[in-house]
């Protein structure tokens, strides 16, 4: 089935500072690709997501660019805040009779101090 | 409207003893989700159901755990003769066409077996 590695955190920054959290994927076909951001006492939330090669989700100031030559997608912030601090996970389908089921990294732990 | 919502939010037990974990999804949504995060881990796996029947049971570990989705909307995850390693905490999703559509995240039930 379909799997992914994260970048190992935890990430430590400060505001304003540029924000890359890594992601590569191993995947049957080109399916679409996640990151799900959890706030400290909060559930997951979809933070953006691209469903096919070369497009880019973007919110909240994030972006992520699905890339098929480099089986990435690494997650981005030109200028985090501290509001930003949370648990980052990329995720995909898990792929074959796998209907549905998603398969997630570990969690990225990003600290912006101010 | 109104999210994926769980309860209970927080449950404590004892070794061997039963517990039920509710799930209300995204009312329409089809498809639901459960999956077990450990502290430090990323979301794994358990169950999806597609309207009222299971699709895919194999992240289910042992016959300790079932789930039910009678009427294809609410569903109940049940563990009978707990162990201390069942201890995580239970999430649940739903999702609108099931296996491409994104997944919107509950915020849990943290469970923990003394």
């Known amino acids: 089935g379909n799997s992914v590695t994260q970048m190992e955190g935890p990430v430590t920054l400060s505001e304003e500072a540029f924000l890359t959290i890594n992601c590569t994927y191993t995947?049957?076909?080109?399916?679409?690709l996640f990151w799900y951001v959890q706030y400290p006492g909060e559930g997951l939330q979809l933070l953006l997501k691209?469903?096919?090669?070369?497009d880019k989700g973007s919110n909240k100031g994030f972006e992520a660019t699905y890339r098929k030559e480099t089986t990435s997608f690494h997650l981005e912030k030109g200028s985090v805040q501290v509001s930003d601090s949370a648990v980052y996970f990329c995720?995909?389908?898990?792929?074959?009779?796998?209907?549905?089921?998603?398969?997630f990294g570990q969690g990225t732990i990003l600290t912006v101090h101010p | 409207g109104a999210g994926v919502s769980q309860t209970p939010s927080n449950k404590v037990t004892e070794k061997g003893k039963y517990v039920e974990l509710r799930c209300d999804p995204i009312?329409?949504?089809?498809?639901l989700y459960w999956y077990r995060q450990s502290l430090g881990q990323g979301p794994e796996f358990l169950i999806y159901?597609?309207?009222?029947?299971?699709?895919?049971d194999s992240g289910l570990p042992n016959d300790r755990f079932f789930a039910v989705r009678p009427e294809g909307s609410v569903s109940t995850l049940k563990i009978q003769r707990t162990e201390r390693g069942d201890s995580a905490v239970y999430l649940c999703?739903?999702?609108?066409?099931?296996?491409?559509?994104?997944?919107?995240f509950g915020p849990g039930t943290r469970l923990t077996v003394l």
């Open positions: 999703a739903s999702s609108s066409l099931g296996s491409t559509d994104t997944q919107y």
């Open positions: 995947a049957t076909g080109y399916p679409s």
């Open positions: 691209a469903t096919k090669a070369d």
């Open positions: 995720a995909l389908p898990a792929g074959g009779t796998s209907y549905g089921k998603l398969t």
């Open positions: 009312s329409g949504h089809t498809a």
């Open positions: 159901f597609q309207g009222t029947g299971a699709a895919d």
